[in-house]
């Protein structure tokens, strides 16, 4: 019975063109930012030359970013432009983890990581607030078990493959 469930709840967000772009964009580009997590240890204390009390801080900057993403930027985005906006969140995310890497500076770290948390906030908000929209109440909790799934699935995968590839080549690769 469980594996019907999963099927309508999948049925549902693959069945729409808007959620079946929007979250296959989104689950993507998770698989692929999350293979950084393995190296911003490493990114951090040897590349930048920074100690712990800074990576955690650099952490809780993408964290406080996410924060004011989907407390103070989500909600002002017009209900007619979720899907488009959410698109464009996903790649504000990816441009701030990429920008934290310019230059290998301190300073580009914290703005990368705000910019690249505060966009994640807003994604999340975005593509929550598209499955409310567009899936009906009966199957709101299928649908939802359906993207957390994949979500969880594609950052295990994700964590999984980062940690082989900085195991066998090192930090810089990843």
Same mark, same amino acid.
């Given at each position: 019975?469980?594996?019907?469930? +999963?099927?309508?709840?999948?049925?549902?967000?693959?069945?729409?063109?808007?959620?079946?772009?929007?979250?296959?964009?989104?689950?993507? @580009? +998770?698989?692929?930012? @999350?293979?950084?997590?393995?190296?911003?240890?490493?990114?951090?204390?040897?590349?930048?030359?920074?100690?712990?009390?800074?990576?955690?801080?650099?952490?809780?900057?993408?964290?406080?970013?996410?924060?004011?993403?989907?407390?103070?930027?989500?909600?002002?985005?017009?209900?007619?432009?979720?899907?488009?906006?959410?698109?464009?969140?996903?790649?504000?995310?990816?441009?701030?983890?990429?920008?934290?890497?310019?230059?290998?500076?301190?300073?580009?770290?914290?703005?990368?990581?705000?910019?690249?948390?505060?966009?994640?906030?807003?994604?999340?908000?975005?593509?929550?607030?598209?499955?409310?929209?567009?899936?009906?109440?009966?199957?709101?909790?299928?649908?939802?078990?359906?993207?957390?799934?994949?979500?969880?699935?594609?950052? +295990?995968?994700?964590?999984?493959?980062?940690?082989?590839?900085?195991?066998?080549?090192?930090?810089?690769?990843?």
């Amino acid at each position: 019975g469980d594996a019907g469930r +999963l099927r309508d709840g999948a049925r549902h967000l693959t069945g729409d063109r808007i959620l079946r772009v929007t979250l296959a964009a989104a689950v993507g @580009s +998770l698989a692929f930012f @999350s293979m950084s997590i393995a190296a911003e240890v490493i990114y951090v204390k040897d590349v930048l030359d920074a100690g712990d009390a800074v990576y955690g801080l650099i952490m809780a900057t993408w964290m406080g970013g996410m924060v004011a993403g989907a407390i103070g930027l989500a909600g002002r985005v017009p209900r007619g432009r979720l899907a488009a906006a959410a698109l464009a969140a996903v790649a504000i995310q990816g441009a701030g983890m990429a920008g934290s890497t310019a230059g290998a500076v301190l300073w580009t770290a914290f703005a990368g990581f705000a910019v690249g948390g505060a966009a994640h906030g807003v994604k999340n908000v975005l593509l929550r607030t598209l499955i409310h929209e567009r899936v009906p109440d009966a199957a709101l909790g299928r649908a939802f078990a359906a993207y957390d799934g994949a979500r969880n699935a594609a950052e +295990l995968t994700a964590l999984a493959a980062a940690g082989v590839v900085v195991g066998l080549l090192g930090s810089d690769v990843a």
